[in-house]
T-cell receptor
Framework: DAGVIQSPRHEVTEMGQEVTLRCKPI?????LFWYRQTMMRGLELLIY????????DSGMPEDRFSAKMPNASFSTLKIQPSEPRDSAVYFCASNDEGAGELFFGEGSRLTVL | QQQVKQSPQSLIVQKGGIPIINCAYE??????FPWYQQFPGKGPALLIA?????SEKKEGRFTISFNKSAKQFSLHIMDSQPGDSATYFC????????????FGPGTRLSVLP
């Protein structure tokens, strides 16, 4: 069974550009999480969806960040406009009913110049 | 009070050694303590988890020890191998719902051949 699939794996962009990160959760999982990982702050939860509905977005750093889940098999995290301090690895994770083991994707490494 | 402290930040051991990673928390409502293992370029993956009703849990070469009164828990890796070289994250949560996980900052382990 395929795991959580994220794209792109690497993204290099210039400050001010729009960035869109994509995630396909494990089939059958109805909960999806977006995390950001940096050396300074470790793993931070940005937003959590259950049944395609955003439940908790208190971790989204500011209005430049937005996330959507139009259906059970696809989610996007968008940063517009991007800034150098957004450089990080962004992980998507999924599980069933929000409980138990989190299954992480391989991450999207974002570099904003 | 929501923080999970983790030490050391990095650890180098020889093959066959027993690295120990320690975590501490303040929130007495935490009731679920998973450990995640992350290899370079990969997402974190669940290694082992414990609830405070037991003082120790073993899975293969990995053991979690839990001290409820001290609000501390630790990961021991017996007969460590170079393939165990990874970053290890402890986490704590009042339940096993992923949205509530608080991750420690991580420990980078290197096992030398």
């Amino acid at each position: 069974d395929a795991g959580v699939i994220q794209s792109p794996r690497h993204e290099v962009t210039e400050m001010g550009q729009e960035v869109t990160l994509r995630c396909k959760p494990i089939s059958g999982h109805n909960s999806l999480f977006w995390y950001r990982q940096t050396m300074m702050r470790g793993l931070e939860l940005l937003i959590y969806f259950n049944n395609n509905v955003p439940i908790d977005d208190s971790g989204m750093p500011e209005d430049r960040f937005s996330a959507k889940m139009p259906n059970a098999s696809f989610s996007t995290l968008k940063i517009q406009p991007s800034e150098p301090r957004d450089s990080a690895v962004y992980f998507c994770a999924s599980n069933d009913e929000g409980a138990g083991e989190l299954f992480f994707g391989e991450g999207s490494r974002l570099t904003v110049l | 009070q929501q923080q999970v402290k983790q030490s050391p930040q990095s650890l180098i051991v020889q093959k066959g050694g027993i690295p120990i990673i320690n975590c501490a928390y303040e929130n007495t409502a935490f009731d679920y303590f998973p450990w995640y293992q992350q290899f370079p370029g990969k997402g974190p993956a669940l290694l082992i988890a414990i609830r405070p009703d037991v003082s120790e849990k073993k899975e293969g070469r990995f053991t979690i020890s839990f001290n409820k009164s001290a609000k501390q828990f630790s990961l021991h890796i017996m007969d460590s191998q170079p393939g165990d070289s990874a970053t290890y994250f402890c986490a704590a949560s009042p339940d096993n719902y992923g949205q509530n996980f608080v991750f420690g900052p991580g420990t980078r382990l290197s096992v030398l051949p």
